[in-house]
């Protein structure tokens, strides 16, 4: 273990990590009744909760002590002491002084600026149906006051806050309609539990009984998400995380049993396998239908997940592109996890609260093309470029949404995939007026007039949905 993991001791390691309770040679172990059996076969047959397909969108946020270094990727600290990367270790050298160790950053870690009520209200404004939170990420720091975590959380150092439960009662207060969910990974880079584990070939689980299971009931048991994002699970099988175990107990006996929804992440050979709905990889977008629920995690800043100070405006995606990422992801069956990372002082830097506004102005129009919908017979158009569909039943009838992310030059759109009948109605989300349509000259299709309008006069700006009743 190279870096700060060599400068202490295995027994300030074990303490510092929150391994004290394997010193003290304690376990926690929670019992249940069969309803769901701690194997696969019976764990995918649960039906996944219908609130997170018809949700759509959700909003990821990674923060931890990562934020503060907030160079490079929130995988700081791997990179400067796990496997050194250049820029790392030279960021390290030029900024900060010699023996400085990764632990001295927690302090640093204030969030004086963290109001979870206006986090909540940017969230709210987004748009998006559920948001899910870091509690830890794989430097092993929990962002509530874990009894597992001595000196290693956010309580006890940094913000002296459980900043965990400030967030799930502000997002349960201030935006209502939104799910509170919540990221933990498995793993921590430097435990010296899990590299103990590690050495043993996974053989042993002092790591698992003593750190990552009791953090696992501690969050259900304390936050009660809607949503339980597993991750860092790669290097060993589902079995040594005893992860079928836990979540039999997590759908059978905790108090989330009929809301909970978990991912794919559970230990090596699970992944785009098993759980409850799949990620696949991260910023995971086939462009193509698929036949199991699933996810699209991805990021605004298209080169981390935490915050980076060293950002330039070109490394964020913009609203259209974010839009079409979305089109893209609800038409093949996705759903859409947005990441932002706040800063170590605890803001919601512009250029994140801008494009969360952005997409909440977005599906203020436009929401019913994405919320509760279903994918249509076909993904994208067969004719015209950068139309998506979705569909809906509306009552009696079948509403098909053409997402229509490029303005046509002439303001005649050619759709070469919807066959109109007698009776079709077509309208713009967001314009009283309906549309004129006529049958495509070369067979096949239509082709909707769109309205002239001046830029003052668009429903949005940045895509269009067109909306089709009776067509087939």
């Known amino acids: 273990m190279a870096g700060y993991a060599t400068k202490l001791s295995v027994v300030a390691l074990c303490i510092f990590f929150g391994a004290i309770h394997q010193c003290l040679g304690k376990r926690v172990k929670y019992d249940y009744e069969y309803d769901y059996e701690p194997n696969w076969p019976s764990l995918d047959s649960r039906p996944l909760p219908p609130w997170y397909d018809e949700a759509k969108i959700g909003i990821f946020m990674h923060w931890g002590v990562f934020s503060v270094p907030s160079f490079g990727s929130e995988w700081f600290w791997w990179y400067w002491q796990g496997q050194p990367q250049a820029p790392y270790v030279e960021f390290m050298k030029e900024n900060y002084r010699p023996g400085f160790t990764y632990a001295d950053f927690a302090s640093m870690f204030t969030a004086e600026f963290f109001d979870p009520n206006a986090f909540a209200e940017i969230i709210e404004a987004s748009g998006a149906k559920y948001f899910v939170l870091t509690s830890k990420h794989h430097e092993g720091f929990t962002n509530w006051p874990s009894k597992y975590s001595w000196n290693w959380n956010a309580m006890d150092v940094g913000p002296k806050r459980d900043l965990v439960g400030e967030l799930a009662t502000a997002i349960r207060t201030t935006a209502k309609d939104v799910h ?19 050495k043993a070939g996974f053989k042993t689980q002092a790591y698992v009984q003593d750190i990552c299971l009791p953090e696992l009931y501690e969050i259900v048991m304390s936050y009660k998400p809607d949503l339980l994002w597993s991750d860092g699970d790669w290097s060993a099988t589902p079995d040594y995380w005893n992860s079928t175990e836990f979540l039999a107990w997590l759908y059978n006996s905790s108090p989330v049993k009929d809301t909970i929804v978990t991912n794919d992440r559970w230990g090596s050979g699970t992944l785009c396998q098993h759980g409850g709905y799949y990620t696949c990889s991260d910023r995971y977008n086939p462009g193509t239908l698929q036949k199991h629920k699933w996810e699209n995690a991805m990021t605004i800043d298209k080169k981390s997940w935490g915050y980076r100070r060293e950002a330039t405006l070109a490394d964020y995606l913009s609203i259209d592109e974010l839009v079409a990422i979305l089109a893209q992801t609800i038409s093949c069956g996705g759903n859409l996890l947005m990441n932002i990372g706040p800063t170590h002082d605890g803001r919601i830097v512009p250029v994140f609260e801008e494009r969360l506004r952005q997409m909440g102005a977005w599906l203020k129009v436009n929401g019913d093309a994405i919320y509760a919908s279903k994918p249509w017979r076909v993904q994208n158009d067969t004719k015209t470029k ?18 229509v992310l490029d303005w046509p030059v002439t303001n005649q759109l ?33 082709v909707v007039t769109m309205p002239a309008l001046n830029p003052a006069q668009l429903p949005c700006q940045w895509a269009w949905v067109i909306k089709m009743q009776t067509v087939q």
């Not at 509170?180 to 590690?198: A, I, K, R, T, V």
Request: glycine content about 10%; charged content about 10%; hydrophobic content about 45%.
């Open 180 to 198: 509170f969910g919540l990221y933990h990974s498995l793993f921590e880079w430097f435990n010296p539990l899990f590299l103990q584990d590690q």
């Open 386 to 403: 950068d139309v998506w569909y979705t569909s809906k039943m509306e009552g009696s009838l079948l509403s098909v949404f053409a997402i």
């Open 414 to 446: 050619l759709l070469g995939a919807p066959i109109a009948t007698n009776q079709t109605q077509i309208n713009m989300l967001g314009y009283s007026i309906p549309l004129q349509w006529k049958q495509a000259p070369s067979g096949g299709g239509i």
